[in-house]
T-cell receptor, first 113, second 112 residues
Framework: GENVEQHPSTLSVQEGDSAVIKCTYS??????FPWYKQELGKRPQLIID?????GEKKDQRIAVTLNKTAKHFSLHITETQPEDSAVYFC????????????FGKGTLLTVNP | SQTIHQWPATLVQPVGSPLSLECTVE??????LYWYRQAAGRGLQLLFY??????ISSEVPQNLSASRPQDRQFILSSKKLLLSDSGFYLC???????????FGSGTRLTVV
């Protein structure tokens, strides 16, 4: 089955700096790659996703890049703010009609004022 | 619009007691439904998923079971809880043909 590795496990940045979180996946058939943000004690919420037919997608301060050849994708957050502090999860689809998401282990991002 | 409801929000149960967590989705039909557990280490572990009434797939052998008695209802159960069953349980759904998951608000279970 699919295996998703996520790095780093913790990331601390100063407000205004950029943050980058990287993930690799194992199943070359995976074609959907979402990113979720989870604040303490709350549900994960989808913040951005990318499908395998594009290499980059941007939404204001966040962007995701995908390298299908290398089987890795990354989340980029620019001009970080304290409210960006949360755990971020990457995920990849295993494909097929049942469609399951396999998640990375998460990155705890702390943005220091 | 579609909404997902999960309850209870928190639960403290003694070891050996039964468990029933319920998840319902409104505003859609024939959703794919999922149960995840999030232990202290932050990772999201898929426990069960269902593509239709009465259809349950188990991802990991464990002390839990799932059932889908109605199209938009997904239940997570245990006959006898273990200490290791403690965690944050999340229900999620997606519409067939779409890609994104939507998570419920979660149940924090503490087994004592």
């Amino acid at each position: 089955g699919e295996n998703v590795e996520q790095h780093p496990s913790t990331l601390s940045v100063q407000e205004g700096d950029s943050a980058v979180i990287k993930c690799t996946y194992s199943d070359s058939a995976s074609n959907y790659f979402p990113w979720y943000k989870q604040e303490l004690g709350k549900r994960p919420q989808l913040i951005i996703d990318i499908r395998s037919n594009v290499g980059e997608k941007k939404d204001q301060r966040i962007a995701v890049t995908l390298n299908k050849t290398a089987k890795h994708f990354s989340l980029h957050i620019t001009e970080t703010q304290p409210e960006d502090s949360a755990v971020y999860f990457c995920a990849a689809s295993s494909g097929g009609s049942n469609y399951k998401l396999t998640f990375g282990k998460g990155t705890l991002l702390t943005v220091n004022p | 619009s579609q909404t997902i409801h999960q309850w209870p929000a928190t639960l403290v149960q003694p070891v050996g007691s039964p468990l029933s967590l319920e998840c319902t989705v409104e505003g859609t039909s024939n959703p794919n439904l999922y149960w995840y557990r999030q232990a202290a280490g932050r990772g999201l572990q898929l426990l069960f998923y269902s593509v239709g009434i009465g259809q349950i797939s188990s991802e990991v052998p464990q002390n839990l079971s799932a059932s889908r008695p109605q199209d938009r209802q997904f239940i997570l159960s245990s006959k006898k809880l273990l200490l290791s069953d403690s965690g944050f349980y999340l229900c999620a759904w997606r519409q067939t043909g779409n890609y994104g998951y939507t998570f419920g608000s979660g149940t924090r279970l503490t087994v004592v």
